[in-house]
């Protein structure tokens, strides 16, 4: 799931990736950033994310491409997901895609 996000910054140059995830995850998520070899001027950066909390803070840059991959491991959580996806996914400059 996170490796997605990862691959993506080793392809175009002068990208920049926010992962994100719950706390349990961090760990392993941080070892993979750490691993991956990205292109240049690429970035990815980890924040955890409940997507029962507000989304206002989450990245202090625009947004042009959200990708959401294998975000249904956990059916509890498909609530909280659908419910801000109207506000984060709808926005006309901003393109996403959905690995379900």
Do not use: K
Not at 44 to 64: A, G, K, S, T
Not at 84 to 97: A, I, L, Y
Request: hydrophobic fraction near 40%.
């Amino acid at each position: 799931m996170w490796d997605t996000g990862i691959m993506l910054a080793s392809m175009p140059p002068n990208c920049s990736v926010l992962l994100t995830d719950l706390p349990e995850v961090e760990d392993i998520i941080t070892r993979n950033i750490n691993a991956a070899q990205l292109a240049t001027m690429s970035g990815v950066h980890y924040q955890n994310l409940d997507w029962d909390d507000p989304l206002d803070d989450l990245c202090p840059r625009p947004i042009e491409l959200i990708l959401v991959s294998e975000s249904t491991y956990n059916a509890d959580s498909l609530p909280a997901l659908v419910s801000p996806s109207t506000d984060w996914f709808g926005h006309p400059r901003r393109q996403s895609f959905w690995s379900l």
